[in-house]
T-cell receptor, first 116, second 117 residues
Framework: GALVYQYPRRTICKSGTSMRMECQAVGFQATSVAWYRQSPQKTFELIALSTVNSAIKYEQNFTQEKFPISHPNLSFSSMTVLNAYLEDRGLYLC????????????FGSGTRLTVL | AQKVTQTQTSISVVEKTTVTMDCVYETRDSSYFLFWYKQTASGEIVFLIRQDSYKKENATVGHYSLNFQKPKSSIGLIITATQIEDSAVYFCAMREDPNYGNEKITFGAGTKLTIKP
């Protein structure tokens, strides 16, 4: 079956430092990877959508300078939160799907970021 | 722009009964895809079931089924024979047809389901 592994599960960083999270797809080709942030109120914010061999599309209020994403192949993607501050806290989720927009998005377990 | 609305903030039912969770959506596309996910206490998001807009038959997977009412832009999730472990937050989501240039998946606010013994 389709599985997505995301790590680390939890991370704590000091204000102003950066942290990187990674996402690994197993059992299918992750042509598209979407990175979301879930607020404490449970709402999902799409940060960016990455498709292999295409430009990464960032949503309004999110930039490559703050959340650089790498999607080098069909099984791996990473995102870094640069210069993290309190407002960056939350659960970061990567969702991956195979080719074709009709495909289901499968999620990893998320990375919970705490900023001190 | 697409929008997904789940009006039920929380639901509590007794184990082994049937529960229905509501979801309505807005889209300008004639072709789209609807999904239900659940989020466990650990934060993990699990895909449950999907409905493609062009399919008239309601999707069914295990003890999950959908009540797809296209004219009402409604996609309810029905869980039969509920179990304690079904307690979670359930999210409805929609993806418009990417052939029209939008691959974004939009999520509802979630419904917290509690199954009591």
């Amino acid at each position: 079956g389709a599985l997505v592994y995301q790590y680390p599960r939890r991370t704590i960083c000091k204000s102003g430092t950066s942290m990187r999270m990674e996402c690994q797809a197993v059992g299918f080709q992750a042509t598209s990877v979407a990175w979301y942030r879930q607020s404490p109120q449970k709402t999902f914010e799409l940060i960016a959508l990455s498709t292999v061999n295409s430009a990464i599309k960032y949503e309004q209020n999110f930039t490559q300078e703050k959340f650089p994403i790498s999607h080098p192949n069909l099984s791996f993607s990473s995102m870094t939160v640069l210069n993290a501050y309190l407002e960056d806290r939350g659960l970061y989720l990567c969702g991956a799907s195979s080719a074709g927009g009709a495909e289901t998005l499968y999620f990893g377990s998320g990375t919970r970021l705490t900023v001190l | 722009a697409q929008k997904v609305t789940q009006t039920q903030t929380s639901i509590s039912v007794v184990e082994k009964t049937t529960v229905t969770m509501d979801c309505v959506y807005e889209t300008r596309d004639s072709s789209y895809f609807l999904f239900w996910y659940k989020q466990t206490a650990s934060g993990e998001i699990v895909f449950l079931i999907r409905q493609d807009s062009y399919k008239k038959e309601n999707a069914t997977v295990g003890h999950y089924s959908l009540n797809f009412q296209k004219p009402k832009s409604s996609i309810g999730l029905i869980i039969t024979a509920t179990q304690i472990e079904d307690s979670a937050v359930y999210f409805c989501a929609m993806r418009e047809d990417p052939n029209y240039g939008n691959e974004k998946i939009t999520f509802g606010a979630g419904t917290k389901l509690t199954i009591k013994p």
